[in-house]
């Protein structure tokens, strides 16, 4: 009934007002309460994120860790990684980390309205890097190797080691490759202690342009501290690099007797011990990919 067909009826009038009123007051009210969940949802999910960003910048900070070796008799901290102050900038990443929400919500809103989909958006912007970077700023991290010579060593920026010499670069790249892979491996329960657990790098021909004794050196301590053991195939020799193994095995390719066109490799122990404790016989899958660049 319409207040237009009551109009000859006033009693009916206040009354159908009064029942309209009363629809539109519990109408605001679970709107209101609607309007608080959501406020309390967008807040708990502002929250999360900004643990999940802060748990991000802790770890970041933790993967320089135990990369001291000794060089010309002095402990050098091979890589260091500077991280702003959370505590001074927190209020700044809670307004970047508020605008950040309301930038995707906004272009969510956008799409949804022109009936498109936002799984594409949702999964470009929400990324663990692109959070750091637009709360934090991964322009912000400083990070800081040694250039080692032969008479001295300096401190060098991220940027400077790409114009380092190769076998300096190499030195450079190992450090940063030898702390992710600490980084990875370590026990976050292990509160006793910096064990490192055991790993294995096999890798081609590294002496290519580290063969000097200087660069050598502080590569193979830096690898004995985190407990990583190297494989290296080389056609290179000299004691620089012979003096930094304790096992020395020269392969050589043979023609089999028995399948024509086939060879084989036959090792020959030519330093270290006698005869390996164990031998354990493993099977490498090797595939073809890009090769990839740290600078």
């Known amino acids: 009934m319409t207040l237009e067909k009551i109009a000859d ?13 009363a629809a539109y007051a519990t109408l605001m009210i679970k709107l209101e309460a609607d309007i608080a969940l959501i406020v309390k949802e967008k807040q708990s999910l502002l929250d999360s994120i900004m643990q999940y960003i802060y748990e991000i910048h802790e770890h970041i900070g933790k993967i320089d860790r135990n990369s001291t070796v000794t060089i010309h ?6 890589l260091k990684i500077d991280l702003p102050n959370w505590e001074e900038q927190e209020d700044l990443y809670d307004i970047r980390l508020k605008d950040l929400l309301e930038s995707i919500t906004n272009e969510a809103l956008s799409k949804l309205e022109q009936n498109e989909t936002i799984e594409e958006l949702i999964g470009k912007r929400v990324t663990t890097k692109n959070l750091y970077n637009e709360v934090v700023g991964i322009s912000q991290i400083g990070v800081k190797l040694y250039k080692v010579e032969e008479e001295k060593v300096y401190q ?3 940027d400077e080691v790409a114009k380092n010499s190769g076998g300096e670069g190499f030195l450079s790249a190992f450090v940063v490759l030898s702390s992710l892979l600490s980084y990875m491996r370590r026990d976050e329960n292990d509160l006793w202690g910096e064990y490192e657990s055991g790993k294995v790098l096999v890798m081609d021909n590294p002496f290519a342009q580290t063969n000097a004794a200087h660069l050598l050196k502080p590569l193979m301590d830096m690898a004995n501290k985190r407990n990583t053991q190297l494989i290296c195939l080389s056609g290179l020799n000299g004691e620089s690099i012979y003096n930094r193994f304790n096992n020395i095995y020269v392969l050589n ?11 084989y490799l036959k090792s020959d122990h ?10 354990v016989g493993v099977q490498i899958l090797t595939e073809e990919i890009d090769q990839m660049t740290l600078f």
């Open 270 to 279: 030519i330093r270290g011990e006698e005869a390996p404790r164990e031998l």
């Open 253 to 263: 390719l043979i023609t089999s007797r028995l399948n024509e066109g086939t060879k």
């Open 9 to 21: 009826h006033p009693d009916f009038v206040i009354e159908n007002l009064n029942n309209t009123l």
């Open 156 to 158: 060098i920026t991220w």
């Open 73 to 78: 008799e002095k402990p050098i901290k091979m």
